[in-house]
């Protein structure tokens, strides 16, 4: 049950390339190009905070629930500190990104499009995929491994049902759209994930987002479009 809860990116991305497989065009290679690019972040970010955070949960879970609940709102700023700036910067700049690491030989121009588009539309569950981690572990900490288990379940039939939505409109697209539409509907999907975890926590530690934190995260934006 943890391994299926924490692997869910891992799962969605397979789940992602089994559907991508059946478009023409290419779009499963370059649906698997972006998939190593947003998941760099995701793991940089999501799971070293949320690693480092569990024996932190485990205590506190035991000694009392407002300072897991705080722990949680650290953990969480600290992800959205980071992955904020990240998504955006793969949305507005995703082309320079794909073309910095992946252009060259016979990578071309219409390679990084089609990359830089599936980019973009996985970045924007960029909160959701990296926050999971940490919600999830605050449940690992109380014992509790059935929840995040439905969540990432719930989550991932989401993902796949907006993928296929999305993606067979555009099946027969010049360019691979429809690997794109594939990607949003996968990160769309992780917002199920994100918001079950966070409604299964309110009962326990109580709500975590807090208007301090909407504030905060405001400022990332804001010092982010400045930059």
């Given amino acids: 049950a943890v391994t299926i809860a924490l692997g869910f990116v891992q799962v969605s991305s397979f789940v992602d390339l089994g559907i991508a ?40 879970s035991i000694v009392a629930g407002d300072a897991l609940r705080e722990r949680l709102r650290s953990g969480w700023s600290r992800i959205l500190f980071y992955i904020i700036p990240v998504t955006v910067v793969f949305i507005v700049y995703g082309d320079l990104v794909v073309d910095v690491f992946l252009r060259s030989g016979m990578f071309g121009a219409g390679d990084s499009r089609a990359v830089y588009r599936i980019l973009a539309a996985y970045s924007i569950g960029l909160i959701g995929y990296t926050s999971v981690r940490l919600l999830a572990s605050a449940f690992y900490a109380m014992q509790d491994y059935r929840a995040p288990l439905r969540a990432s379940g719930a989550a991932i039939a989401t993902s796949a049902g907006l993928a296929v939505a999305f993606a067979w409109p555009l099946r027969d697209s010049p360019d691979p759209l429809g690997a794109a539409g594939i990607a949003l509907g996968s990160a769309l999907g992780s917002y199920v994930n994100l918001v079950l975890l966070a409604h299964g926590l309110r009962g326990r530690p109580g709500p975590l987002f807090t208007r301090a934190m909407w504030r905060g995260s405001a400022r990332i934006v804001a010092a982010t479009a400045l930059a």
């Avoid at 023409?24 to 799971?47: D, R």
Wanted: zero cysteines; proline letters at 8%.
């Fill in 21 to 60: 497989s059946h478009l023409p065009g290419g779009g499963q290679t370059a649906l698997t190009f972006a998939a190593q690019l947003y998941t760099l972040p995701v793991s940089v970010f999501g799971l070293s905070v949320a690693a480092s955070s569990l024996p932190d949960f485990a205590r506190d």
